[in-house]
């Protein structure tokens, strides 16, 4: 809430509570969990002795002003206030360590007495923006669940359509199951991933107006969509074979690694994503027990490898760096000097991808899948088409942070779809 009061020496009094436009409490104690496991361990075990969480969390975990969500008309008056020579300060109505951290990031004094100064008239109150959007929280659930995501989780039909048994019940019911089972894994993870990163995700361009870093849904609903989405993913996997339940553990364990630990590793990020889309072939393979082709194994490693290598050249290169040799990305492993290389090995890990495509071809008349075969060449070029079109939007920064999402809402990746499979159809019959 603003104050401002007129003496001699005029004065501006702010709270830091109203400043504040994010649920502070959650994201510090999550980020602190983050960055000193053991030390919410203690936090933890003082608020079971009765401290207040804020007091418990401000005690134990560290805490950063940068990372919070401040309302944008405050500081603005905080700015103008300061430009016209006004003292400013900061009533400490949080944790004395996050008032004095917040204070010294805004570069504004922390008032100690806070109320015993001269009563002044409040400002009107910013309205909350959880509230002002609460009429759109379905909406903001499902962005939070990132259910428009959820398509990616189609590989899980692989097995089914590339064994041309998609009109088998059984093996059909299966396959559904386990995309709705890996669509909730999957949603889990990005809640995880996003309440974790909410502070970092503020500073990128993009990601800044996912729902917790917009402060549009505050972080402790977030523990309600773990739970909901945790429990289905659960109930869902129960109805499938125990492989499954195997598949979709490794999918869950690979991901949260990913997110607390391997996505600030070089490389080793990239072959995670690669993975965890392979992985959901498996699943289809695991959920309906139908034989995967080692074909179809090598061609999802290179092909989704050359795309989690897009997805990072483009991130990478939406953050600007002042000098080459600088991270570009914040916790990450590249400098800006390696994009070059990052662009080599995508287009040759693309290109990887087709050629084991190609060497498909050569052995698939063997399978007695396929009455014509030499059909599916035609296929090889399309490929190479979409893959390298996707390269080239890369490097001319017209393409956005998910190269897969970016497949998903185009017209000429969903055009070059439709071609493959008429060419898959005509092929078989």
Known sequence: MLQERSTQAAAALFSARELLRCDAVTEAFLAGLKRAPSEAFFA???????????????????FDPSAMLYDAALLQRIETLKANGTEVALVPDLPAPWSRAIAAYLGIKTDATG????????????????????????????????????????????PLFLSHRFLELGPAFASLIAFFAIGFAASTIYVVNDLMDAGADRRHPSKRNRPFASGALPARYGFLLLAFSLASAIGLCMLLPPMFAVVLLTYVGVNLVYTTYLKRKLLVDVLALAGSYTLRILAGNAATGIELSFWLLAFSIFMFF????????????????????????????????????????????????VLVLALYVERSGTTGLYTRPELIWLICPIVLYVVSRIWFLAKRGEMKDDPVAFILNDWRSH???????VIMIAASW
């Open 44 to 62: 933890l075990a003082a608020m079971l002795r009765g401290t207040s969480p804020a007091e418990a969390i401000a005690a134990h975990l560290p």
């Open 115 to 158: 109320t015993s100064l001269p009563e002044v008239a409040p400002a009107a109150a910013t309205p909350n923006t959880f509230a002002a959007n609460h009429s759109n929280g379905l909406k903001l659930v499902f962005k939070a669940l990132r259910i428009h995501q959820w398509p990616k989780n189609a590989l899980v039909f692989l």
């Open 306 to 353: 050359s795309l989690a290598l897009v997805k990072r050249y483009v991130e990478m290169d939406t953050i600007g760096a002042a000098q080459p040799n600088e991270k570009r990305v914040m916790g990450r492993g590249y400098r800006y000097v390696d994009l070059e290389m990052l662009s080599q090995m995508g287009v040759a890990s693309a290109f990887a991808a």
């Open 415 to 421: 055009l070059m779809g439709a071609i493959v499979a």
